[in-house]
């Protein structure tokens, strides 16, 4: 996206009138009046919030404590349960509504009501007590979209087991690494995945992972049978693998939930930085849960007869917000879905959108732009085939969204009528933090509008100091909230100084993004990151994780990674790689590039196998030797290089790395 064509956008969507008066934060007086409670008491304000969205088995006495900032504590004294708040607390109110309503890969739908969910997961929670898991431990979860693994992150968050997901994309390399850094006790996994038709194996991965050494501290590897596929048994180390259906076999369907700190570790994500190994980011239980909550109610609206449709796999932050706890907590019945958007066709997500009568929906912007670019070339599967007449509200996550992806979600998904809450939040901040409320903000496309009530979020220089509406400059948060961080696991060092950093004087949060507000409205538009974090398809990636990857190739000497604008995936990644030896040519040259590619995604995952490979007989350096990044991002966007390159030591090899090897 162009950030000029964003500041000169001046299409302007306010809400109707009917939407604002239905709406649970209702015109822009509204939403004023929040922000001004909130600048007058801010602790009150989310004192306030706390009490009356989250039931406490023990109230808090003390909302916020800042003795070791950064290290914040919310609600400290307070006692809960996650997993009681998303579950027990309707037993009495609404068991038989609606939960989950999942969609299978190939289309069959299963429901499951909020009663049937809470005794599922108290079955399995009884199922892993039989473990000897001990609270504050790490499980890993790695399981494929679906409500076993809603079951299994609430079944960890009722005995105060801190889970880990890792998505089921990321490689045996990369479980191993989150296994070793999060000391985890146990796997849960299944056999095998669809998607698209295919039965994809998952638990091999488990057992190579583990096979790669160092995750002695894997007692148990839990399989639940999926696809049915043949998979080996106990060839991982100590670990003892059961069957999942064997552990709940003959367990009873209740289990008292373990009564907790607010400030206990519900999970650790792991993410991409922009240097080193992913970070194990750490949430609390009360304040996280708070802020899924709250958002579905202010940012998604929430009602009691609405559907809603968050397309993100568990496996990253949006699935655990806004699919795991935010709509359980909420008692809204929710789409869970298992497969891609483009099988059977391209369609499937209108078809189901029309299917389920859904009227939140929640994807993407990767998602549209590709979803634009099939419905252009087959009319069958254009939203408007489909009757999507039940949607009232349209959301976008993950990256920015191009005004021209956003005006034809807003007219084709939308018909003309929904508003579109473009989201900006990170792992880190646990929930929304700009956005618009859509009873309230006028939308402009491309812009994520203003903060959200209680996110003090501005924009500062390089020295901490506000530059002025217009101006561009780094993105901050610069009081705490509830739902944010608590800290790296393992690496509180590492905490601060990517997210606390001293030059900004300790004190405020460093998102990592680039963002200008406009001199008018005070809306904010993202510029991206600032660091060396590349966002391909809604996925952060970190340049030096794939520059280390590549290294660890026996023929390769020297790599560099940058990302280079793609139309539908956002970003793609380029490598500039320098071999080892003699440089083949021709065909296999061609072969390099596919074992590099695979080498990746084995690495890493799918997801990081660069697009493109670059080779040269060096990379373009200074004389004091740093990599001439910025050189590199001109090269692989194929620009005429007229910066400056005295500097370079060896401008000769430009040639070379102009060069794609397909
Ligand atoms: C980017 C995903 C522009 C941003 C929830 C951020 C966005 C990173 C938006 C976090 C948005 C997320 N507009 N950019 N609405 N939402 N981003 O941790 O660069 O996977 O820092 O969290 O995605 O990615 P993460």
Same mark, same amino acid.
């Given at each position: 996206m162009s950030i000029e064509s964003v500041l000169h956008e001046n299409r302007v969507f306010e809400p109707s009138a009917d939407f604002v008066k239905n709406?649970?934060? +209702? =015109?822009m007086s509204a939403y004023n009046a929040l922000c001004k409670e909130a600048t007058d008491d801010f602790q009150g304000f989310w004192a306030k919030l706390a009490r009356e969205l989250l039931v406490w088995n023990k109230p808090f006495t #003390? @909302?916020?404590?800042? /003795?070791?900032a950064p290290f914040y504590k919310w609600f400290e004294d307070g006692e809960l349960n996650v997993s009681a708040n998303c579950l027990d607390k309707h037993?009495? @109110?609404?068991?038989? #509504?609606?939960a989950i309503i999942f969609e299978a890969d190939d289309g069959s739908v299963t429901n499951v009501t909020f009663k049937e969910l809470y005794h599922r997961v108290c079955q399995f929670a009884n199922g892993l007590k039989k473990l000897n898991l001990t609270v504050g431990d790490r499980v890993i979860i790695y399981l494929p979209m679906g409500i076993d693994a809603v079951v299994a992150m609430q079944a960890c968050a009722r005995l105060g087991l801190t889970h880990s997901v890792v998505f089921g994309g990321f490689s045996a390399k990369s479980l191993n690494e989150r296994i070793i850094d999060a000391g985890a006790v146990a796997v849960i996994t299944s056999d095998g995945q669809f998607r698209g038709g295919k039965a994809l194996p998952l638990k091999p991965a488990v057992d190579e992972g583990i096979a790669m050494g160092g995750c002695e501290s894997i007692k148990n590897v839990v399989v639940l049978k999926k696809t049915g596929q043949e998979i080996t048994w106990n060839q991982n180390g100590n670990a003892n693998n059961i069957w999942w259906h064997d552990l709940i076999a003959g367990q009873a369907d209740t289990c008292e939930p373990v009564m907790l700190s607010?400030?206990?570790?519900l999970f650790l994500l792991y993410t991409s930085g922009s240097t080193g190994k992913p970070k194990g980011v750490q949430h609390s239980s009360a304040g996280y849960l708070l802020h899924a909550m709250n958002s579905m109610r202010w940012t998604f609206d929430v009602k009691d007869n609405d559907v809603f449709w968050c397309t993100a796999d568990v496996g990253w932050i949006t699935g655990h917000t806004y699919v795991a706890y935010g709509p359980l907590a909420m008692g809204v019945t929710q789409v869970v879905f298992e497969g891609i958007p483009t099988y059977p066709d391209a369609g499937r997500f209108w078809q189901m959108i029309q299917k389920h009568k859904v009227s939140i929906f929640y994807t993407a912007p990767t998602a549209i732009r590709s979803l634009i670019k099939a419905s252009e070339t087959t009319a069958s599967t254009h939203p408007k085939s489909y009757d999507l007449s039940s949607l009232r509200l349209l959301g976008s996550v993950g990256e920015p969204i191009n005004p021209e992806a956003w005006m034809w979600y807003y007219e084709n998904v939308g018909g003309g009528h929904c508003p579109i809450v473009d989201t900006f939040w990170q792992t880190e901040t646990g929930g929304h933090v700009i956005t618009p409320l859509p009873g309230a903000t006028s939308l402009v496309p491309g812009s994520c509008t203003l903060p959200f009530p209680g996110i003090d979020i501005d924009v500062v220089d390089e020295t901490g100091k506000d530059v002025p509406w217009g101006t561009g400059g780094l993105l901050v948060i610069k009081k705490p909230w509830p739902s944010m961080i608590r800290t790296i696991y393992n690496d509180p060092e590492r905490y601060k100084s990517s997210y606390y950093p001293v030059d900004l004087g300790g004190k405020i949060y460093l998102a990592g993004d680039g963002a200008v507000r406009d001199a008018k409205t005070g809306n904010f538009t993202i510029m991206g990151r600032i660091d060396d974090v590349l966002n391909v398809s809604g996925h952060r990636l970190g340049t030096m994780e794939i520059e280390s990857a590549l290294v660890s190739n026996p023929l390769v000497a020297e790599a560099a990674v940058v990302g280079k604008p793609h139309d539908i995936k956002g970003e793609s990644v380029v490598a500039y790689v320098v071999l080892k030896g003699q440089r083949p040519e021709g065909e296999e040259l061609k072969k390099i590039v596919a074992q590099l590619r695979d080498w990746v995604g084995k690495e890493i =995952?799918? !997801?990081? #196998?660069? /697009?493109e490979i670059r080779f040269g007989d060096n990379l373009p350096k @200074?004389? +004091? =030797? #740093? !990599?001439?990044r910025r050189l590199l991002r001109s090269l692989a966007k194929g620009e005429e290089i007229t910066s400056d390159i005295s500097t370079l030591d060896n401008p000769a090899i430009l040639d070379q790395l102009k060069e794609v090897v397909k």
């Amino acid at each position: 996206m162009s950030i000029e064509s964003v500041l000169h956008e001046n299409r302007v969507f306010e809400p109707s009138a009917d939407f604002v008066k239905n709406a649970n934060v +209702s =015109g822009m007086s509204a939403y004023n009046a929040l922000c001004k409670e909130a600048t007058d008491d801010f602790q009150g304000f989310w004192a306030k919030l706390a009490r009356e969205l989250l039931v406490w088995n023990k109230p808090f006495t #003390k @909302t916020l404590n800042e /003795d070791n900032a950064p290290f914040y504590k919310w609600f400290e004294d307070g006692e809960l349960n996650v997993s009681a708040n998303c579950l027990d607390k309707h037993l009495n @109110t609404i068991p038989n #509504k609606v939960a989950i309503i999942f969609e299978a890969d190939d289309g069959s739908v299963t429901n499951v009501t909020f009663k049937e969910l809470y005794h599922r997961v108290c079955q399995f929670a009884n199922g892993l007590k039989k473990l000897n898991l001990t609270v504050g431990d790490r499980v890993i979860i790695y399981l494929p979209m679906g409500i076993d693994a809603v079951v299994a992150m609430q079944a960890c968050a009722r005995l105060g087991l801190t889970h880990s997901v890792v998505f089921g994309g990321f490689s045996a390399k990369s479980l191993n690494e989150r296994i070793i850094d999060a000391g985890a006790v146990a796997v849960i996994t299944s056999d095998g995945q669809f998607r698209g038709g295919k039965a994809l194996p998952l638990k091999p991965a488990v057992d190579e992972g583990i096979a790669m050494g160092g995750c002695e501290s894997i007692k148990n590897v839990v399989v639940l049978k999926k696809t049915g596929q043949e998979i080996t048994w106990n060839q991982n180390g100590n670990a003892n693998n059961i069957w999942w259906h064997d552990l709940i076999a003959g367990q009873a369907d209740t289990c008292e939930p373990v009564m907790l700190s607010a400030e206990h570790p519900l999970f650790l994500l792991y993410t991409s930085g922009s240097t080193g190994k992913p970070k194990g980011v750490q949430h609390s239980s009360a304040g996280y849960l708070l802020h899924a909550m709250n958002s579905m109610r202010w940012t998604f609206d929430v009602k009691d007869n609405d559907v809603f449709w968050c397309t993100a796999d568990v496996g990253w932050i949006t699935g655990h917000t806004y699919v795991a706890y935010g709509p359980l907590a909420m008692g809204v019945t929710q789409v869970v879905f298992e497969g891609i958007p483009t099988y059977p066709d391209a369609g499937r997500f209108w078809q189901m959108i029309q299917k389920h009568k859904v009227s939140i929906f929640y994807t993407a912007p990767t998602a549209i732009r590709s979803l634009i670019k099939a419905s252009e070339t087959t009319a069958s599967t254009h939203p408007k085939s489909y009757d999507l007449s039940s949607l009232r509200l349209l959301g976008s996550v993950g990256e920015p969204i191009n005004p021209e992806a956003w005006m034809w979600y807003y007219e084709n998904v939308g018909g003309g009528h929904c508003p579109i809450v473009d989201t900006f939040w990170q792992t880190e901040t646990g929930g929304h933090v700009i956005t618009p409320l859509p009873g309230a903000t006028s939308l402009v496309p491309g812009s994520c509008t203003l903060p959200f009530p209680g996110i003090d979020i501005d924009v500062v220089d390089e020295t901490g100091k506000d530059v002025p509406w217009g101006t561009g400059g780094l993105l901050v948060i610069k009081k705490p909230w509830p739902s944010m961080i608590r800290t790296i696991y393992n690496d509180p060092e590492r905490y601060k100084s990517s997210y606390y950093p001293v030059d900004l004087g300790g004190k405020i949060y460093l998102a990592g993004d680039g963002a200008v507000r406009d001199a008018k409205t005070g809306n904010f538009t993202i510029m991206g990151r600032i660091d060396d974090v590349l966002n391909v398809s809604g996925h952060r990636l970190g340049t030096m994780e794939i520059e280390s990857a590549l290294v660890s190739n026996p023929l390769v000497a020297e790599a560099a990674v940058v990302g280079k604008p793609h139309d539908i995936k956002g970003e793609s990644v380029v490598a500039y790689v320098v071999l080892k030896g003699q440089r083949p040519e021709g065909e296999e040259l061609k072969k390099i590039v596919a074992q590099l590619r695979d080498w990746v995604g084995k690495e890493i =995952g799918p !997801i990081a #196998k660069p /697009d493109e490979i670059r080779f040269g007989d060096n990379l373009p350096k @200074t004389r +004091s =030797g #740093k !990599i001439m990044r910025r050189l590199l991002r001109s090269l692989a966007k194929g620009e005429e290089i007229t910066s400056d390159i005295s500097t370079l030591d060896n401008p000769a090899i430009l040639d070379q790395l102009k060069e794609v090897v397909k």
